[in-house]
């Protein structure tokens, strides 16, 4: 053993995270990540979290993505065709295609794809966006032939293709039967990807395996589609939840990139050997306020602590400068995001205290709810209470388990304010969809506001859509349903040996760029 991995060995085996022993042995390249957690699984669309998302998007596809600039791109479909009253949708599928068992993709595993994920008997949470329940219903989806997919709409829907490119539903990725066993059980995922599931030993590491047989798309990549020309063979990710043994991981040399944090990120940028790459991401930081709360009935107290709360502030401190505030939940690099956009309350203390008056404000306890989990929620809560307390409000602060904030967020209750994150949504209407509704959870529930967001998923029209975002964008800072912070920046530490490396707004690793210097 090398005196780096003498010194590391403690600390590993304390977390048992297995970074030296499972090395594997015949790869001709391997580039070693960590997840900060486990993958939930390796079902697309039905065993899923963020870093689970991760690691299936390298071996599932489907019949489009998310272009660079959030723009609906065909990736197993060559092309589609909508019809011009907005009901039919038909893709016309790409020949060649190979799933990783070696036969060729056609539109009867396209629609036994479908119905696993969208069908009535589905297990996945995404089936609820196609039946109905959500607004959009399908009312039919079949293979006409081999090369062609059919699915047509019982009302015409403006977001149908951004929500089967969804990262949460897998995007609605097209499998071989194969992936599950004669009983329906789910077995392995034979998907399209560059990549092919192969060991995963939880708690300690998923490996993927390059697809040696990988059908690319010839146009250059382009956000998650594309060409995609994988070069590593093989990706390791071993599962360290600490930070702290993240970055000593790197340093040593027993990682090669992994995601870190700000202040780690300004440790490493000069430092020889390594490369950081900073990111602004889609991904929305906010203080989410609880449409139940007594106190936050009325509009003037909710603008008041818009007022008294700085995004700019907060964010150049938590983010050590890297970041800067972006309060819409439209996210900056959005084809949506304009002048409109950019627009928030102005840090005003004194127009604060004045709202505050106005409004009968008597020192009504304002609880806000963090948890201490990676992305800062602490911190910025923490800064938030003090801007708030400076104001006047008498803002106390519970830290508490992230089960525990997440079942607040269900149930709109135990809060007034919580140090929140959402997740990225590439579609300007689902920006807002994702707060915006009458169930309890939401905490926009203005009507006005919900019958605007109903019609910017509807509306096919460019123009419209951006009217009618402009105009959300507008009543979110007068009637403040959550204090917006910023789009998250995404930190990552890599070895010099690693190159190709780029992230982007989405956040979702794209493992066939990176190439591993000789």
């Given amino acids: ?20 022993s499972v090395a594997p042995a015949m790869a001709e390249s391997v580039v070693r990540m960590a997840l900060n957690a486990d993958i939930r699984g390796t079902n697309p669309g039905v065993t899923r979290d963020g870093n689970t998302d991760i690691v299936h998007s390298q071996f599932v596809e489907g019949l489009v993505t998310y272009g660079e600039n959030f723009e609906i791109i065909p990736m197993l479909a060559e092309t589609y065709d909508i019809s011009d009253d907005g009901l039919t949708y038909t893709f016309h599928l790409r020949h060649g295609v190979k799933f990783h068992n070696g036969e060729e993709m056609t539109a009867k595993e396209v629609e036994w794809s479908w119905n696993r994920l969208a069908g009535e008997e589905s297990e996945s949470h995404c089936k609820n966006y196609f039946n109905g329940k959500n607004g959009m219903k399908v009312v039919s989806a079949k293979a006409l032939d081999d090369d062609t997919f059919e699915v047509k709409l019982e009302t015409p829907f403006a977001v149908f293709l951004a929500t089967i490119a969804r990262f949460d539903c897998g995007s609605m990725g097209v499998l071989h039967p194969d992936s599950v066993n004669a ?17 995963h030993l939880p708690g300690r590491y998923v490996e993927l395996k390059r697809f040696p047989d990988y059908a690319s798309r010839d146009e250059p990549m382009n956000g998650l589609g594309g060409g995609k020309h994988a070069e590593v063979d093989t990706l390791h990710f071993d599962i360290v939840s600490e930070g702290a043994v993240t970055k000593t991981a790197l340093l040593a040399g027993d990682l090669d990139l992994v995601p870190i944090d700000a202040m780690t990120a300004t440790e490493l940028k000069d430092k020889p050997g390594f490369k950081v790459d900073a990111t ?31 995004p700019q502030q907060i964010m150049a401190a938590i983010t050590e400068g890297f970041g800067k505030a972006s309060p819409s939940p439209v996210p900056p690099m959005s084809k949506n995001f304009t002048a409109v956009e950019a627009e928030y309350p102005a840090y005003d203390v004194e127009l ?30 923490l800064m938030a209470q003090a801007m708030l307390m400076d104001a006047g409000f008498n803002a106390t602060l519970e ?16 809060y007034a304010m919580q140090s929140f994150t959402f997740s990225p949504r590439l579609q300007a209407g689902l920006s807002f969809e994702m707060f915006t ?13 919900i019958a605007l967001v109903n019609e910017s998923l ?12 402009d105009e959300l964008s507008r009543r979110f800072n007068e009637d403040v349903p959550a204090i917006g912070l910023g789009h998250r920046m995404l930190f990552t530490g890599m070895s010099d040996r690693v190159e190709g490396f780029q992230d982007w707004g989405a956040g979702v690793l794209r493992g066939w760029m990176l190439r591993v210097a000789d």
Wanted: aromatic residues 8%; proline residues 5%.
């Fill in 1 to 20: 053993m090398n005196i780096r991995n003498k010194l590391l060995a403690p600390l590993l085996t304390a977390t048992a995270i297995g970074l030296v």
């Fill in 183 to 199: 009983d329906g059980s789910w077995n392995t995922p034979i998907g399209t990807g560059p990549y092919m599931m192969g060991d």
């Fill in 280 to 310: 602004q991401s889609a991904v929305w930081d906010t203080y989410l306020l609880s449409p139940l709360d007594p106190v936050l009935k009325d509009v003037r107290i909710r603008q008041a602590m818009a007022h008294a709360i700085d």
């Fill in 352 to 381: 604060a205290k004045s709202l505050m008056k106005e409004a009968g404000y008597n020192g009504e306890e304002i609880k806000i709810l963090a948890t201490r989990r990676n992305g800062a929620y602490y911190e910025r809560a």
């Fill in 399 to 414: 830290v508490v388990e992230w089960g525990t904030q997440l079942e607040a967020y269900r149930t709109g209750e135990g």
């Fill in 437 to 449: 509704g009458s169930e309890v959870r939401k905490a926009w529930q203005n009507p006005e506001a």
């Fill in 458 to 469: 509807q509306t096919g029209d460019p123009e419209h859509l951006q009217q009618i975002i």
